[in-house]
């Protein structure tokens, strides 16, 4: 242990200054969207509702979270993100299996596959007529099947894979375990950090995804949570507002239900980090670093 | 070495498959196309005896409109089962470009009363002639759309779609905070000299006690030119009639002594210094916490503003500016008019006549008043003439009618739809101000409201009107000088003011003979 001089002492001071400062730059507009939520509406048009909320109500939120659309569009977020990291994570942790030997015949040609399809895409509209010819429109699977591996994240697994001493396994195969024995009882145990941290990025994207449902889906039914929010947020943005009949305008909801609705909408999957985070942090540093 | 050839390979594999891809997915989207189509005709010969289920594609709401009371009483009155689907709220006409032009099969599209997104498709030929169509089943739609309308609706000739009228009304004006005028022992403006005056009493004696002395008048960047004040120049819409045609705001004399007027007021420092970067929410925020007195408000917007204004200061009173008088007496408060809604039938509708059957089915008139503002005792209580909603069942069950509306009838609708304003007290008061209480004359129609849609002008407007805001927001601040309106001018018309008033006078001059 070497002493600290004044030097390193000012060095950690600033650091640690210029770290709580980036912080709170984060965090205080989801505070202010936060307490926004839970005040009252006429605080709100004041503009008296900084970081701490003023009036304090739940009543908002309660309004928002009883919305039938609301409700059903948070039914098929969850559902969507739970199948869909379960088949994901299957499905990638399959393929990074036999990509991760080396004796694979063949390996690098089917690598170059994958990497090309990191780089390279059909576009927007050739992907949306293919969609249609597969009947996947305003289907929900077309959330989940065309990105359900991710490439970059079966590489993290792979490297993973190949990072576990191979003793184990030519010790596995002497006691006369197969392979699907190995998979399933030795390697994938021993890559629970990695899995986890993976699993979490699928179950982020899926939460998160806006784009795909835009795009594919038309049916009310059948919307995301992310795109009932995007319909409520951007419903008061001024470009949309040119062309609103007065009956509209007077039906626009206030900002706080706005507030209310993307509170809603995000503090379910903050709730899944906690849980997340002392694999998420172990897991992609082996990642990277063997990457 | 080896890993570069497969790329190239698979690079050059690649183009060739996305190539026949392109062409061979255009081959079946043609043959799909025409296939449809006939199966259109067939489909509705052999259909025309039972009542086939509907698709529609509407605006988005917050509600489903599936779900919503409404779907039922219509269903019930018109025997038309109907799917209701939803445009997202943000970039709608991009995404019903999408599905128009993948011919998804809706039988009818309800948008905003964007004429120019309209007539694009009915060029496009996207769209069923309803003329013959309205001619053999529509007999409700006739009695209740005015040919006025549907001449606006005319795209070579031909009808295309079904219009919601806008009931005509002035929006917006001044909210002045009237306690301010009390405790200064002011009088109400009524003359711009007036309003100055009233300005700068605000601004001296600082009625509002915030300690400040900041400028008593905020707006709305995006909206340099102010209602109200902009009447007193002769400019209260952005296109007037001068000696019986019509010119645009910038051309008219009038804009160069608002600019000035304008500007004046900032030098003076009775205009918010930070009006530039206001947002509609800055305004409402800055009025409400007592920091200025007067702003342009509309008046939907009232209650919110009242709620915090009240809770804020429970003393506060407020009011509207009459229109205010310019130094010849000029004055007047634009109206807006136009179409709410547009309604038409995409050539990918499987069952267009049902769905003509099914617009007319909805404007028959007990059906129509039903919808609109639904039963009376129940929803509306009617009393000398006056339709008074029913609180809170009517928001509850009606709120939304306007989503249901596929045409109006254009002599009941505006009586009907002021029930929708005596939703609150204080907002129906706005609005009685704003349009009985302000005499008729100052009351400015947009001369535009009845247009049909003309190109050049749609082509040119939303910059041109950037432009013009642009301008004014940089005369105001007093970085340009009103001396260099004419250079202004100038290019305000080579960048299509020119084209534009035009083609407006062409067809103004069409109308007015």
Same mark, same amino acid.
């Given at each position: 242990?070497? !002493?600290r001089?004044?030097?390193?002492?000012?060095?950690?001071?600033?650091?640690?200054?210029?770290?709580?400062?980036?912080?709170?730059?984060?965090?205080?507009?989801?505070?202010s969207?936060?307490?926004?939520?839970?005040?009252?509406?006429?605080?709100?048009?004041?503009?008296?509702?900084?970081?701490?909320?003023?009036?304090?109500?739940l009543d908002?939120?309660?309004?928002?979270?009883?919305?039938?659309?609301?409700?059903r569009?948070?039914?098929?977020?969850?559902?969507?993100t739970?199948i869909?990291?379960?088949?994901?994570?299957?499905m990638?942790?399959?393929?990074?299996?036999?990509?991760?030997?080396?004796?694979?015949?063949?390996?690098?040609?089917?690598?170059?596959?994958?990497?090309?399809?990191?780089?390279?895409?059909?576009?927007?509209?050739?992907?949306?007529?293919?969609?249609?010819?597969?009947?996947?429109?305003?289907?929900l699977?077309?959330?989940?099947?065309?990105?359900? +591996?991710?490439?970059? =994240?079966?590489l993290?697994?792979?490297?993973?894979?190949?990072?576990?001493?191979?003793?184990?396994?030519?010790?596995?195969?002497?006691d006369?375990?197969?392979?699907?024995?190995?998979?399933?009882?030795?390697?994938?145990?021993?890559?629970?950090?990695?899995?986890?941290?993976?699993?979490?990025?699928?179950?982020?994207?899926?939460?998160?995804?806006?784009?795909?449902?835009?795009?594919?889906?038309?049916?009310?039914?059948?919307?995301?949570?992310?795109?009932?929010?995007?319909?409520?947020?951007?419903?008061?943005?001024?470009?949309?507002?040119?062309?609103?009949?007065?009956?509209?305008?007077?039906?626009?909801?206030?900002e706080?239900?706005?507030?209310?609705?993307?509170?809603?909408?995000?503090?379910?999957?903050?709730?899944v980090?906690?849980?997340m985070?002392?694999?998420?942090?172990k897991?992609?540093?082996?990642?990277?670093?063997?990457? | 070495?080896?890993?570069?050839?497969w790329?190239?390979?698979?690079?050059?594999?690649?183009?060739?498959?996305?190539?026949?891809g392109?062409?061979?997915?255009?081959?079946? =989207?043609?043959?799909?196309?025409a296939?449809?189509?006939?199966?259109?005709?067939t489909g509705?010969?052999?259909?025309?005896?039972?009542?086939?289920?509907?698709?529609?594609?509407n605006?988005?709401?917050?509600?489903?409109?599936?779900t919503?009371?409404?779907?039922?009483?219509?269903?019930? !009155?018109?025997?038309?089962?109907?799917?209701?689907?939803?445009?997202?709220?943000?970039?709608?006409?991009?995404?019903?470009?999408?599905?128009?032009?993948?011919a998804?099969?809706?039988?009818?599209?309800?948008?905003?009363? $964007? !004429?120019?997104?309209?007539?694009?498709y009915?060029?496009?030929?996207?769209?069923?002639?309803?003329?013959?169509?309205?001619?053999?089943?529509?007999?409700?739609?006739?009695?209740?759309?005015?040919?006025?309308?549907?001449?606006?609706?005319?795209?070579?000739?031909?009808?295309?779609?079904?219009?919601?009228r806008a009931?005509?009304?002035?929006?917006?004006?001044?909210?002045?905070?009237?306690?301010?005028?009390?405790?200064?022992?002011?009088?109400?403006?009524?003359?711009?000299?007036?309003?100055?005056?009233?300005?700068?009493?605000?601004?001296?004696?600082?009625?509002?006690? =915030?300690?400040?002395?900041?400028?008593?008048?905020?707006?709305?960047?995006?909206?340099?030119?102010?209602?109200n004040?902009?009447?007193?120049?002769?400019?209260?819409?952005?296109?007037?009639?001068?000696?019986?045609k019509?010119?645009?705001?910038?051309?008219?004399?009038?804009?160069?002594?608002?600019?000035?007027?304008?500007?004046?007021?900032?030098?003076?420092?009775?205009?918010?210094?930070?009006?530039?970067?206001n947002?509609?929410?800055?305004?409402?925020?800055k009025?409400?916490?007592?920091?200025?007195?007067?702003?342009?408000?509309?008046?939907?917007?009232?209650?919110g503003?009242?709620?915090?204004?009240t809770?804020?200061?429970?003393d506060?009173?407020?009011?509207?500016?009459?229109?205010?008088?310019?130094?010849?007496?000029?004055?007047?408060?634009?109206?807006?008019?136009?179409?709410?809604?547009?309604?038409f039938?995409?050539?990918?509708?499987?069952?267009?006549?049902?769905?003509?059957?099914?617009?007319?089915?909805?404007?028959?008139? $007990?059906?129509?008043?039903?919808?609109a503002i639904?039963?009376?005792?129940?929803?509306?209580?009617y !009393?000398?003439?006056v339709?008074?909603?029913?609180?809170?069942?009517?928001?509850?069950?009606?709120?939304?009618?306007?989503?249901?509306?596929?045409?109006i009838? $254009?002599?009941?609708?505006?009586?009907?739809?002021?029930?929708?304003?005596?939703?609150?007290?204080?907002?129906f008061?706005?609005?009685?101000?704003l =349009?009985?209480?302000?005499?008729?004359?100052f009351?400015?129609?947009?001369?535009?409201?009845?247009?049909p849609?003309?190109? $050049?002008?749609?082509?040119?407007?939303?910059?041109?009107?950037?432009m013009?805001?642009?301008?004014?927001?940089?005369? +105001?601040?007093?970085?340009?000088?009103?001396?260099?309106?004419?250079?202004?001018?100038?290019?305000?018309?080579?960048?299509?003011?020119?084209?534009?008033?035009?083609?407006?006078?062409?067809?103004?001059?069409?109308v007015?003979?």
């Open positions: 242990m070497t !002493k001089t004044k030097g390193d002492l000012l060095l950690d001071t600033g650091v640690y200054l210029f770290l709580i400062a980036l912080g709170l730059m984060m965090l205080l507009p989801l505070a969207v936060f307490s926004k939520s839970v005040s009252e509406e006429w605080a709100i048009t004041s503009g008296k509702v900084g970081i701490l909320p003023v009036g304090f109500q908002t939120l309660m309004q928002v979270i009883s919305s039938s659309l609301f409700i569009a948070f039914c098929i977020s969850v559902g969507v739970a869909g990291t379960l088949i994901s994570i299957l990638t942790a399959l393929t990074a299996y036999p990509l991760s030997k080396r004796k694979l015949p063949g390996i690098s040609f089917i690598m170059v596959l994958f990497i090309f399809t990191m780089l390279f895409s059909g576009g927007l509209i050739p992907n949306y007529l293919l969609m249609r010819q597969l009947h996947l429109i305003n289907n699977w077309v959330l989940i099947l065309p990105g359900m +591996i991710s490439v970059f =994240n079966m993290v697994i792979k490297s993973y894979y190949e990072s576990l001493p191979e003793a184990l396994e030519e010790s596995a195969r002497i006369g375990a197969k392979t699907y024995t190995i998979l399933f009882r030795i390697i994938l145990p021993l890559s629970m950090p990695v899995i986890a941290t993976i699993a979490l990025f699928y179950a982020v994207g899926y939460w998160n995804d806006y784009f795909g449902p835009m795009i594919y889906i038309n049916e009310t039914a059948l919307k995301t949570l992310q795109l009932y929010l995007q319909d409520v947020v951007m419903d008061a943005n001024s470009a949309n507002l040119t062309n609103k009949s007065v009956d509209d305008l007077m039906n626009m909801s206030p706080g239900i706005r507030a209310a609705t993307v509170v809603a909408s995000t503090v379910p999957i903050l709730l980090y906690p849980f985070q002392k694999y998420f942090i897991g992609v540093l082996i990642g990277s670093v063997k990457g | 070495m080896i890993n570069r050839k790329l190239t390979l698979m690079l050059s594999a690649g183009l060739v498959a996305s190539l026949a392109c062409g061979s997915s255009r081959n079946t =989207n043609e043959e799909r196309a296939g449809s189509s006939a199966e259109q005709t509705t010969q052999t259909e025309s005896g039972s009542k086939p289920e509907l698709k529609t594609l605006l988005w709401s917050k509600d489903d409109y599936n919503y009371t409404l779907a039922k009483v219509v269903e019930e !009155k018109t025997g038309y089962k109907v799917k209701y689907e939803m445009l997202p709220a943000d970039k709608a006409m991009d995404k019903l470009n999408l599905l128009i032009s993948s998804e099969p809706y039988d009818v599209i309800t948008i905003n009363g $964007e !004429k120019a997104v309209y007539t694009d009915a060029k496009m030929g996207a769209l069923v002639d309803l003329t013959p169509l309205i001619d053999k089943y529509g007999e409700n739609i006739k009695a209740s759309i005015s040919p006025e309308s549907f001449e606006a609706m005319k795209v070579d000739g031909k009808i295309y779609a079904i219009p919601n009931s005509e009304f002035a929006g917006s004006s001044l909210m002045i905070r009237t306690d301010w005028l009390d405790k200064l022992g002011l009088k109400m403006p009524t003359t711009l000299d007036e309003f100055t005056a009233v300005l700068k009493a605000f601004k001296e004696k600082d009625p509002g006690g =915030n300690g400040d002395k900041g400028a008593p008048l905020s707006i709305d960047g995006a909206m340099a030119t102010m209602v004040v902009t009447g007193a120049f002769g400019i209260a819409t952005s296109w007037n009639i001068v000696d019986g019509l010119v645009a705001a910038p051309v008219h004399p009038g804009f160069k002594e608002y600019l000035s007027y304008m500007a004046d007021l900032y030098k003076q420092g009775l205009l918010d210094k930070e009006f530039a970067v947002k509609d929410a800055t305004l409402k925020e009025f409400t916490s007592g920091r200025v007195g007067v702003i342009p408000l509309a008046w939907y917007d009232i209650p503003i009242a709620d915090a204004l809770k804020n200061f429970p506060a009173k407020y009011a509207y500016v009459p229109a205010l008088k310019g130094k010849d007496g000029q004055a007047g408060i634009g109206m807006s008019g136009g179409f709410d809604r547009l309604t039938i995409p050539k990918s509708s499987k069952h267009p006549e049902d769905a003509i059957k099914w617009i007319n089915a909805k404007l028959d008139k $007990e059906t129509f008043k039903l919808i639904g039963e009376e005792g129940k929803h509306f209580t !009393k000398d003439g339709y008074s909603p029913i609180l809170p069942l009517f928001t509850d069950e009606r709120g939304l009618a306007s989503n249901y509306l596929t045409g009838d $254009e002599k009941l609708y505006p009586v009907y739809w002021q029930a929708r304003v005596q939703k609150d007290p204080r907002l008061a706005g609005f009685t101000f =349009n009985k209480e302000i005499p008729a004359e009351r400015i129609s947009d001369p535009l409201a009845l247009a849609s003309l190109p $050049e002008y749609s082509k040119y407007n939303a910059s041109l009107n950037q013009i805001n642009d301008f004014a927001v940089k005369v +105001i601040v007093g970085e340009e000088s009103t001396d260099a309106m004419a250079a202004f001018v100038e290019k305000y018309n080579a960048a299509g003011g020119e084209a534009s008033a035009k083609e407006v006078n062409e067809w103004y001059a069409s007015k003979k």
